[in-house]
């Protein structure tokens, strides 16, 4: 017996969420479908509201309520506007916030170099940050992207990019996380430790 076409298209762009696979896809379009106790309204709604409610910051690409473009982030004067945090997705806004250990401002990139994919970050990104760094005075740049082979050719072709400004770049340390053991590190992760070591 043939599914029906909506559930189908569901499915479909379901599995393009990030971390999202096909049989995951599966699982949610038919859970969503059953419409247990009106849930399958109660998240149309939602994301008709999400559409209209939310939008990425004209700055950072953080997302943020419309009417509050640009963010908390780029508008909260406390912030430290000579530092700049560069990350490759929103989400990593977020992620960097809950740790407490950063108050400057962000960009995110919305995407890194994956040629293999055929994939990359807009370059309206990567010029909107050039602007940034001459309009906002900033003074530091800090690659705060993911640790594989894509990220790596992202951070390269940025720290290119960016040579001939007046601004110094860096990058996060990596290596062991806090709490591991070594037994459980890969030799990625071991090589990058041994390199980024400080004195004590």
């Given at each position: 017996m043939r599914s029906p076409e909506s559930l189908d298209r569901l499915k479909s762009l379901l599995a393009r969420l990030p971390g999202v696979g096909r049989r995951s896809a599966d699982r949610m379009a038919l859970a969503i479908a059953r419409n247990a106790n009106g849930y399958l309204d109660q998240l149309a709604t939602t994301l008709r509201?999400?559409?209209?409610?939310?939008?990425?910051?004209?700055?950072?690409?953080?997302?943020?309520?419309?009417?509050?473009?640009?963010?908390?982030?780029?508008?909260?004067?406390?912030?430290?506007?000579?530092?700049?945090?560069?990350?490759?997705?929103?989400?990593?806004?977020?992620?960097?916030?809950?740790?407490?250990?950063?108050?400057?401002?962000?960009?995110?990139?919305?995407?890194?170099?994956?040629?293999?994919?055929?994939?990359?970050m807009a370059v309206d990104r990567i010029q909107a940050l050039t602007r940034r760094i001459r309009a906002e005075g900033i003074e530091e740049i800090i690659l705060a992207l993911n640790s594989d082979v894509e990220s790596d050719a992202t951070a390269h072709y940025l720290a290119e990019q960016l040579a001939g400004l007046p601004v110094r770049i860096t990058r996060l340390a990596r290596g062991i996380p806090a709490g591991g053991g070594l037994a459980y590190a890969d030799p990625v992760t071991l090589e990058a430790a041994m390199k980024h070591r400080t004195a004590l």
């Open positions: 509201d999400v559409a209209a409610e939310v939008a990425s910051c004209r700055l950072c690409g953080a997302m943020t309520i419309r009417e509050e473009n640009p963010c908390r982030y780029c508008t909260d004067g406390r912030r430290d506007h000579r530092l700049c945090c560069v990350v490759e997705d929103p989400s990593d806004i977020e992620v960097m916030e809950r740790s407490g250990a950063y108050r400057g401002r962000y960009h995110a990139l919305l995407g890194k170099l994956a040629p293999a994919r055929g994939d990359g």
